[in-house]
């Protein structure tokens, strides 16, 4: 499985953005989850969307801002990102895996990384 990012970039607070998540290779059976990393800091969950039923799960920092989203003819991944804000800031990073719900926000669990892409909020 590849995962290639897309969709960062540079946006005042308030703004918003919408990265993307390519999948080449098995799609459907996975958990497709982003995870974030600001300088200095470890990587942290930001959303996941399971495999089979489509339920999403949503970090404490970003739930009612962001929306993630599979599209299985696309084979795409995205997050929406609205009302952003400055602690927003990260690399993001997409990621696959086969794993439980009580783990999905373990990047440890995670076999299929992209390779980031980076959003800065700042005005």
């Known amino acids: 499985v590849q995962l290639q990012a897309s969709g960062g970039g540079l946006v005042q607070p308030g703004g918003s953005l919408r990265l993307s998540c390519a999948v080449s290779?098995?799609?459907?059976?996975?958990?497709m989850a982003w995870f974030r990393q600001a300088p200095g800091k470890e990587r942290e969950f930001v959303a996941a969307?399971?495999?089979?039923?489509?339920?999403?799960h949503y970090a404490d920092s970003v739930k009612g801002r962001f929306t993630i989203v599979r599209d299985g003819a696309k084979r795409t991944v995205d997050l929406q990102m609205n009302s952003l804000k400055p602690e927003d800031t990260s690399v993001y990073y997409c990621a696959a895996g086969t794993v439980i719900t009580s783990t999905l926000r373990e990047d440890s669990r995670y076999a299929f990384w992209g390779q980031g892409t980076q959003v800065t909020v700042s005005s």
């Open positions: 290779g098995p799609f459907r059976a996975y958990t």
């Open positions: 969307i399971r495999a089979s039923g489509g339920t999403t």
